[in-house]
């Protein structure tokens, strides 16, 4: 069904593998800007390269449709039809012995993700990851950051992001502005961090500072105590106003983390209005729950003028260069290394 209008600034995920009626009627009707997956969508190349088709032919155009697949536990795509992917901290494990292999080899697992993704027709991967954490933080960050320096999480996630765009596929910088000091998990519950002002800068900031050119970003359902001790930085207009995009300096499309996370307080049209409303550029919601999408649809208004040109931006940035036919087994002899530390 194709549509001229604005789309609205949601992306919502589906409940299984096929569309049913109801949803292609929900999504024909709401017009969101993309659509999420996850392993409850993910049955076999050919199923998923249906369903991004299926998808799409609801909005009527090329819908951004997006994935975790960051590598270690949090992968959508799994073997037998998809490779085992490393988590980041490996990465960092190869970085103290040899930083420029550890950069190139972070570049090259990237590449070759987006390569399985474009071959779906997926586009848009939830990673790097640039969470800085610290000594008894929750491990839902654990081995998927790429170790405790921020300097050398910006340098692996700035590897990973080139990759990622090598390959026509759109990365996401997460948790801005940081969910690495999180005592609890944001799924779960309301993280609070402790932190002054100061030492947030130097620390968790500092990776996406460094990579504040990133063309997408998704905010931390975390609250700052020094900054707005009321509301997670995905709801917080000073946060998104004087940290991400001012003090950061983050140019990115800005894509919530999930609203149906239990960090977020609120029936689901309060989370979608105070969620744009605080500046974020896109509402996410994950589950696939059509009363909770409902709901969310009542209050998702069209992109702004601004996330428009944002989008822009980050389509601007996609590089499409060719992928040399051993790429793989050049990355296995790499990470046999990592291992072996």
């Known amino acids: 069904m194709a549509s001229n209008k604005t789309p609205a600034a949601v992306i919502y995920g589906c409940a299984g593998t096929t569309l049913s009626d109801a949803e292609k009627r929900f999504f024909e009707t709401t017009n969101p800007l993309g659509f999420i997956l996850f392993a409850r969508n993910i049955d ?47 990465f960092a494990k190869l970085a103290e012995r040899d930083l420029p292999l550890a950069r190139a080899a972070a570049k090259l697992n990237a590449r070759l993700i987006a390569a399985e993704l474009a071959d779906l027709g997926i586009d848009v991967d939830c ?53 690495g000091r999180a005592l609890v998990d944001s799924h779960l519950d309301l993280p609070t961090v402790e932190a002054d002002r100061a030492t947030l800068s130097k620390t968790d900031f500092a990776p996406f500072r460094s990579l504040r050119d990133a063309p997408w970003a998704m905010t931390a359902h975390v ?30 499309v800005l894509l919530s983390d999930d609203l149906s996370m239990k960090a977020l307080k609120g029936d689901f049209a309060e989370r979608t209005r105070a969620t744009l409303a605080a500046g974020c550029d896109v509402a996410l919601h994950c589950n696939g729950d059509m009363a909770e999408m409902t709901a969310i649809a009542s209050a998702a208004a069209p992109l702004t003028d601004a996330a428009q040109e944002h989008l822009s931006r980050a389509d601007a940035m996609l590089r499409h260069r060719p992928l040399a036919e051993d790429a793989q087994s050049e990355l296995d002899g790499w990470l046999e290394a990592a291992e072996a530390l």
Not at 80 to 85: D, E, S, Y
Request: proline share 11%; net charge neutral.
């Open 127 to 179: 990673a790097p990851l640039l969470d800085v954490p610290v000594p008894g933080a929750h491990d839902i960050i654990g081995d998927r950051a790429f170790g405790t320096d921020p300097t050398l999480v910006a340098d692996l996630g700035r590897a990973v992001m080139d990759g990622l765009l090598d390959g026509g596929v759109m990365p996401v910088v997460k948790h801005i502005p940081g969910h």
């Open 223 to 252: 609250v700052y105590k020094a900054i707005d001790p009321d509301h997670p930085a995905t709801t917080s207009k000073t946060v998104i106003h004087d940290v991400i995009r001012g003090e950061i300096g983050c140019e990115a």
């Open 44 to 90: 076999s190349p050919d199923q998923v390269r249906a369903l991004v088709d299926s998808l799409r032919a609801t909005t009527g155009r090329r819908a951004p449709v997006l994935i975790d697949q960051e590598g270690g536990r949090v992968q959508r795509l799994r073997p037998p039809h998809w490779l085992k992917r490393p988590p980041m901290q490996t």
